[in-house]
């Protein structure tokens, strides 16, 4: 029986990025933001968890954003008065968001492989190459990258990311191995996608790194039709593979 993850994604979609509308009305500035943050969105959107280490508390509202886990948002400070000052780690701020530049981020579970070894089958038999992966981090829980790949116009298609619990965690180097794939779903393949997505940690991996100074994450990923394998790799504190208390 085939399984897939359910990041289960549109061309459309993306394009659309979760329908995300404002409810400011025609009062609403379409100049661009003083800021952008990717972030992770807390219980109803009253809070979202900035990936730079601030706490940002909307005054006003974007329909959808509290049916996402990860998005990418555009704001103000307010007062307006702050814009243009440093936004400190540690520190919330009263932000106003502009729909017109905030959009889901496609999100999904990391599947473990030892838990769930008939997903093996499954994520290796239709792989296809992607085109390539930047901007490696983990932050809130998250492993966040940019994926370029390409896909068919408004035809479905599959990102998984999977590690083996058991073989993919080296606690003696402080290391952690991930595995991307990536299912095109129709043919031909004539769009390139570029987009950010995220995949959320499961919180064991907290634990079994909670003595450590840092953690090494390896992101590895087939590049070419033949098989071939790229990798990235960052080094990350195990505190960002902690979810935010929300």
Known sequence: ?????????????LVSAFS???????SQSYEYPSYEAMVTVGTNA??????????????????GLDKVERAY????????????????????????????????????????????????DSLTKTQQPIVGVNNLYVKNGYLTANLAFTTRQFAPYYVDLAFD????????????????YYDCNATP????????????LPSSLFHRF?????????????????GETN????TMKPEDFFLPSY
């Not at 003595?211 to 039709?225: C, E, F, P, R, T």
């Open 1 to 13: 029986m085939k399984m897939k993850s359910k990041l289960f994604i549109l061309i459309a979609a």
């Open 20 to 26: 995300l509308s404002s409810c400011l009305g025609e």
């Open 46 to 63: 009253r809070q979202l968890y900035s990936d730079g280490g601030q706490i940002l508390k909307p005054v006003n509202t974007i329909t």
């Open 73 to 120: 948002v555009a704001f103000d400070l307010v007062p307006s008065e702050m814009n243009g000052s440093k936004l400190e780690p540690g520190l919330m701020y009263e932000v106003e968001l502009d729909a017109n530049y905030s959009y889901g981020i496609p999100t999904s579970s990391v599947i473990d492989l030892c838990e769930n070894p008939v997903a093996v």
């Open 165 to 180: 619990s058991e073989n993919d965690v080296d606690e003696n180097t402080k290391t952690i191995t991930f595995t991307l």
């Open 189 to 200: 393949a004539n769009v390139q996608v570029n987009y950010p997505f995220s995949f959320r």
């Open 210 to 226: 909670s003595d450590a100074s840092s953690i090494n994450v390896v992101l590895k990923y087939m590049a070419g039709l033949g």
């Open 231 to 234: 990798e990235l790799t960052c």
